[in-house]
């Protein structure tokens, strides 16, 4: 094994960048610092609230935040997040971190996320980034497409009486004497089904344009809660085509009446009855929707796959909204880079 030499790192990240890191391209892609202030707004301390000046310094902001953009991209827990970014040049360089410098550890992750939360930004975050896209001219074309995918939680073991409390919105008994036990309790996730097998934890409703395939609205619940439910919310009334597109669970009269009154000429796949079946007619106009709408299936594919599942590690809802948040953020910035790269690439 030869001596360890003064440009071995460089070296060596040259040759990453020669394989096309994909850390690089969001670096050169997306202006992070378009973040800082809002961050800031809700994660430093404010003069009066810091015991002394003594000690290390907090850690910067957009530093922070990026630490979550490699979480999600990796679905990484806080433990191996540090150990990871400890480890990986590629994360190091992303973080613009030395070997000297100090590395967060997973405490550290965990406390600026639960500022993140309980701040309730990563709303403001989210549209932070649907502005900057807006700028670069990506506007929300083509028309909306709708729909909502289970994102995983880890599995409650209550009894059922237990599950029956919290259904009810109270604290099973026992609980209260118990916080450790308590506090580790998920009482926001629920169970729900789909396709005959069942699923725990939360929903991620989201709109995307039909054009440009980026995020533009979403919303974050419990498994047990109707796609169709939050439909309004996730609505873009910024979108350039009234058309929306969306499966049978969203087709009702109410909503096609509602979509009517907005504007909006509906899309929604039509659904046939018992002893009603779809008409030859139907199928094919079920058929040529299905082409559009089947761009929202490649959002949740990607994060499913290049993201490493959709899961969350956290407990309650405010925590699982940070986490589906983020979720589809990073995509959209790695849908940027995708159309970036495709605009630059030579004819």
Not at 23 to 45: G, M
Not at 102 to 121: I, Q, Y
Not at 278 to 287: D, M, Y
């Amino acid at each position: 094994m030869g001596q360890r030499g003064f440009f071995d790192v460089s070296r060596r990240l040259e040759s990453i960048s020669a394989k096309g890191d994909p850390l690089e391209l969001l670096s050169t892609n997306i202006q992070f610092e378009s973040f800082r202030a809002e961050i800031e707004e809700v994660t430093r301390l404010k003069s009066q609230d810091r015991k002394s000046n003594a000690g290390r310094k907090p850690y910067d902001a957009v530093l922070m935040f990026k630490i979550l953009v490699l979480q999600t991209l990796y679905n990484l827990s806080d433990d191996q997040l540090e150990y990871l970014i400890r480890d990986r040049l590629s994360f190091m360089r992303f973080l613009e971190l030395g070997l000297e410098d100090p590395v967060p550890d997973a405490t550290t992750v965990w406390l600026f996320r639960e500022a993140l939360a309980s701040a309730g930004l990563i709303e403001n975050l989210f549209a932070t980034f649907n502005h900057h896209l807006e700028a670069k001219g990506y506007i929300a074309r083509g028309g909306q497409i709708v729909d909502a995918t289970i994102v995983s939680a880890p599995k409650q073991r209550n009894s059922r009486d237990e599950n029956e409390a919290i259904k009810s919105g109270e604290t099973p008994a026992g609980w209260e004497k118990k916080p450790a036990k308590n506090a580790q309790k998920d009482k926001d996730a629920r169970w729900t089904k789909k396709h005959g097998h069942s699923y725990y934890g939360y929903k991620n409703h989201i709109g995307i344009d039909a054009k440009h395939k980026f995020v533009r609205r979403f919303a974050a619940t419990d498994a047990s809660v109707h796609d169709s439910q939050k439909l309004d919310d996730i609505l873009d009334r910024s979108n350039t085509s009234s058309d929306v597109w969306a499966d049978s669970a969203y087709r009702s009269a109410e909503i096609e009446a509602k979509l009517k009154a907005e504007g909006y000429k509906s899309r929604i796949h039509r659904r046939a009855h018992r002893n009603h079946p779809l008409s030859e007619r139907e199928t094919a106009a079920n058929t040529t929707r299905s082409r559009v709408r089947a761009r929202v299936e490649h959002v949740f594919g990607h994060q499913e796959n290049s993201m490493g599942r959709k899961l969350v590690r956290t407990i309650g809802i405010a925590r699982a909204t940070v986490k589906i948040g983020m979720m589809n953020l990073v995509y959209n910035m790695r849908r940027l880079v995708q159309l970036e790269r495709m605009t630059a690439a030579p004819a």
